[in-house]
């Protein structure tokens, strides 16, 4: 398993800004497709963004706001999160996938908009 630490999340204002960070350790990040999901209160954890094999897909709902990138020499990989909306609160999760597999989820960590 992939070991992952988020850091960055926290209350803000709808409309505001958070930069969301992921660290990975003891793997090289290269190989593995890189992602962020989050999870509402009462609701499944759902995919927010996802680097796969060069591609980059966002839910329909983030598009536009949100921009995931990934630095491979760092080991990290973060989201970028602008114009948010008190929906896009939830506890907000780094993952990394291989060969289709799970590999490593972070803790989580919090973020919540204020309206």
């Known amino acids: 398993q992939v070991q992952l630490a988020e850091s960055g999340g926290g209350l803000v204002q709808a409309g505001g800004s958070l930069r969301l960070s992921c660290a990975a350790s003891?793997?090289?990040?290269?190989?593995?497709?890189t992602g962020w999901y989050r999870q509402a209160p009462g609701k499944q954890r759902e995919l927010v963004a996802r680097i796969s094999g060069g591609i980059t897909i966002y839910a329909d709902s983030v598009k536009g706001r949100f921009t995931i990138s990934r630095d491979n020499a760092k080991n990290t990989v973060d989201l970028q999160m602008n114009s948010l909306k008190p929906e896009d609160t939830g506890v907000y999760y780094c993952?990394?996938?291989?060969?289709?597999?799970?590999?490593?989820w972070g803790q989580g960590t919090q973020v919540t908009v204020s309206s």
């Open positions: 003891g793997s090289i990040f290269s190989n593995y497709d």
């Open positions: 993952n990394v996938r291989q060969y289709g597999f799970d590999r490593g």
